[in-house]
Antibody, heavy 123, light 113 residues
């Protein structure tokens, strides 16, 4: 079955750019029946949807983060990526990548999820 | 944005007993053209990512035990665990996908009494 795995730095300096990659195995990011999504969870808190990207490059971002978020997809590496600029301590969170089946189902739920990566913003 | 609230914040239920978790949306997530409620439920155990349990309010994801059931419509929804098992100890989140940004409730923590 498809599996997702996040990777990237666990520590980012304030005002810098957070960069994460999600590698998909057991399936293809080019499969047109899915969107590819980022979600974050501050320590001990709830879940926040960051946005999604389609294999064609189309995106939809959470307006609360839109000015700082860029997502991209690399079909040759079967990966998709997240960049979040001008980070502050408030961006410290576990970042998850997940699959969204909307193109094939009409619904935006998330399954499966990667294990998550804790990114701490601190000097 | 659609704001999701959940109640109670936490509950403790005896093994084998029923657990009832509530979720409320700040506006209806029922899409009239297809009569579907755009709501999902997830289970998150400590140190793990959330796991999809239910979508379209009441459709169980493949492999999810049938002791988990979802119901509701419009703005009020319920996740029921009919007979609580030890492995069900977790935080449960509801999520609306009626409109972007997709939003989650704050979660309900379920423990064993």
């Amino acid at each position: 079955q498809v599996q997702l795995q996040e990777s990237g730095p666990g520590l980012v300096q304030p005002s810098e750019t957070l960069s994460l990659t999600c590698t998909v195995s057991g399936g293809s990011v080019s499969y047109g029946s899915y969107y590819w999504t980022w979600i974050r969870q501050p320590p001990g808190k709830g879940l926040e949807w960051i946005g999604y990207i389609y294999y064609s490059g189309g995106t939809n971002y959470n307006p609360s983060l839109k000015s700082r978020v860029t997502m991209s997809v690399d079909t040759s590496k079967n990966q998709f990526s997240l960049k979040l600029s001008s980070v502050t301590a408030a961006d410290t969170a576990v970042y998850y990548c997940a699959r969204d089946p909307y193109p094939g189902t009409g619904g935006h739920w998330f399954d499966p999820w990667g294990q998550g990566i804790l990114v701490t913003v601190s000097s | 944005d659609i704001v999701m609230t959940q109640s109670p914040d936490s509950l403790a239920v005896s093994l084998g007993e029923r657990a009832t978790l509530n979720c409320k949306s700040s506006q209806s997530v029922l899409y009239s053209s297809n009569n579907k409620n755009y709501l999902a439920w997830y289970q998150q155990k400590p140190g793990q990512p959330p796991k999809l349990l239910i979508y379209w309010t009441s459709t169980r994801e493949s492999g999810v035990p049938d002791r988990f059931s979802g119901s509701g419509s419009g703005t009020d929804f319920t996740l029921t665990i009919s007979s609580l098992q030890a492995e069900d100890v977790a935080v449960y989140y509801c999520q609306q996908y009626y409109s972007t940004p997709f939003t989650f409730g704050p979660g309900t923590k379920v423990d064993i009494k």
